[in-house]
């Protein structure tokens, strides 16, 4: 009878011990909806867009999957080929944080401040690895315009020596 109790006890505490470790790992990641990082979700797929250059346009593909259990989106620019660059979206509260693998060979992270039209995403820097200082070459700020389900636009500002150098801009369609 001692025995038996003494196992309902140990079990009933570490069934509980569970719940409570299984509640604050959800606190820790609350399931937030209107932010820019649900924006990005509906993102997920392949791209094909076009961007003006001094040789007339190029092609452009950009590919989107989710992972990390649902927790961050994976976006490739240019996949395959020797421009490809990643970029990591990630929620953060109610903002976005991005980090994006550049071909430059730096580590721009960018993030949302504040609330912004629902069409729109405006990540601006905010640190950065494989940078000296802010006067390295690197990308700046992105901003994502969702035309509307199937179309989309892309702004890339590229900084050198802490002034804002040249805006890339990309117009893709979902394929």
């Not at 994976?74 to 994006?100: A, I, W």
């Amino acid at each position: 009878m001692i025995r038996a109790m003494t196992w309902i006890l140990v079990t009933a505490c570490a069934v509980g011990s569970l719940l409570v470790s299984e509640t604050l790992v959800r606190a820790e990641h609350p399931t937030l909806t209107d932010t820019p990082f649900e924006k990005i979700k509906t993102l997920i797929g392949t791209w094909q867009g076009t961007r003006k250059a001094y040789d007339g346009e190029e092609t452009i593909t950009a590919r989107y999957v989710m992972t990390a259990k649902g927790s961050a989106v994976m976006e490739k620019l240019f996949p395959g080929t020797p421009k490809e660059m990643v970029s990591v979206y990630t929620q953060d509260g109610h903002d976005l944080v991005m980090t994006h693998y550049c071909m430059l060979g730096n580590q721009p992270r960018m993030k949302t401040h504040g609330e912004a039209p629902s069409d729109t995403i405006t990540l601006t820097y905010m640190d950065g690895t494989g940078m000296r200082s802010m006067d390295d070459l690197h990308m700046h700020e992105l901003t994502i315009t969702f035309v509307d389900k199937n179309h989309m636009t892309h702004h890339w500002t590229l900084f050198d020596k802490g002034q804002k150098k040249v805006t890339h801009t990309f117009m893709f369609t979902r394929q």
